[in-house]
């Protein structure tokens, strides 16, 4: 970690590939298609059903919406505090529930993108006390945790089920980035 850290000083600040506007859009795209696997699970199956001993998706989903709201707190703010126990909020039981608390996640991301500075998303940072680097590698850290528990959540849909078989199905898999 410490060599890629220190690659950063050998590098133009200003230099980027991607722009914060495209990252953000890159990102509500996956968060568009996680809601909608979120949707297509029968609801009991959503928070009791799992495989080899993994957490059901309903667990998988909450601890997305728990990293992206403090984690969009400390990339503008400097300050990475997970909720805890007394200051976390129950867990959701319903679909709906785990729904609106997606679309607040949601909501709060797009409330709070354009208050990061450019030069922020190349600042390195420790995450949560766990996760040290630029602001926009812990952003695809992020990203990229979303997809893995997606992938979990693709696992527990039932094969059979006619949406992965539909013409609905093929919109599970992908991101839209319209």
Known sequence: MENNINLLTEIDMQTSVISPEVLLKHWQGHRSLTRKVIVSFPEDRLFEYSVGGMRPFSALALEMIEMAVPGMNGIVTGKWELPN?????????????????????????NKYWPKIPAKRFQEVDLAFGQWEGPIYWLIFYFIDNEIHHRGQGYVYLPLESSRLHSGTGDKLMRPEFE
């Open 85 to 109: 126990e007394k200051t976390k909020a129950p867990a959701p039981r319903t679909r709906e529930e785990l729904l609106r608390l997606w679309d607040e996640a949601t909501d709060h991301i």
